[in-house]
């Protein structure tokens, strides 16, 4: 019975060690071949008739050299007119319509330079007392009554789960957010994987007043 533990325990060791290894080089492979099916295969053809070579990666150097050459060209104002004329296309087109606007916003959202100004990773009880949301601080201003009375308050963007481009706004008091100690890039993981990299739990700290009353003493 012992052994047969300590065999479960060394092949489940050894499978969370070399699993994602071998996961890894897979994708990257198949990202690779797809690029030579594609592009690959007709620069190939042309490689071998011309100088009977060819290169197994070719497709990849190729959409590669497509990206920058694509960069250049809309960079340029008078060539930038066309992209929206192509887009309106796309979005015309039943299906394609469905796919290339949720696509564009999720490339834009994680290779543009022009990042959403998301401020700290928050915690508050929402949307009933007692359960937790997860959010980004993107702006801070006061939030006056009709009787003239006012509290600071925060707009924070509630990210869905898996795709974080998608999601929505909230405006909370102040008061009633509080901090966690994490990374903006650590909250967008846990929030992708849905909640399953949440490892050692997540460490609260001191709500957004006290951690002003404090910095002011």
């Known amino acids: ?5 300590k065999l479960r325990r060394y092949f489940f060791a050894g499978l969370i060690v070399l699993l ?9 492979f198949l990202t690779i071949r797809f690029f030579d099916n594609l592009f690959g295969k007709f620069i ?3 490689l071998r008739e011309t100088f009977g070579i060819s290169f197994f990666g070719i497709g990849l150097l190729a959409i590669i050299g497509l990206i920058f050459l694509a960069g250049m060209l809309t960079t340029n104002v008078l060539l930038n007119r066309i992209v929206p004329v192509v887009e309106r296309f796309f979005i015309r087109v039943p299906l394609v319509s469905q796919i290339y606007p949720s696509l564009k916003q999720l490339v834009r ?3 543009s330079e022009e990042k959403i100004a998301f401020k700290q990773v928050v915690i508050f009880e929402y949307p009933r007392a007692g359960v937790f949301t997860m959010g980004f601080i993107t702006n801070e201003f006061p939030l006056t009554a009709p009787d003239g009375n006012s509290e600071t308050a925060v707009s924070v963007y509630i990210s869905s789960a898996p795709n974080p481009v998608t999601g929505f706004f909230v405006i909370v008091p102040k008061r009633s957010v509080t901090l966690l100690e994490m990374s903006i890039e650590e909250a ?5 994987s849905g909640g399953v990299l949440i ?19």
């Not at 019975?1 to 533990?5: A, F, I, Q, T």
């Not at 967008?188 to 992708?192: G, L």
């Not at 609260?204 to 007043?209: E, F």
Request: glycine fraction near 6%; proline fraction near 2%; aromatic fraction near 12%.
């Open 1 to 5: 019975m012992m052994l047969k533990k």
């Open 20 to 28: 994602p290894v071998f996961l890894t080089i897979n994708i990257l």
């Open 109 to 111: 959202f994680l290779f």
């Open 188 to 192: 967008f993981k846990i929030i992708i």
């Open 44 to 46: 190939n053809t042309w």
């Open 199 to 217: 490892r050692s739990g997540i460490k609260r700290g001191n709500s957004l007043n006290e951690r002003e009353e404090k910095g002011a003493k």
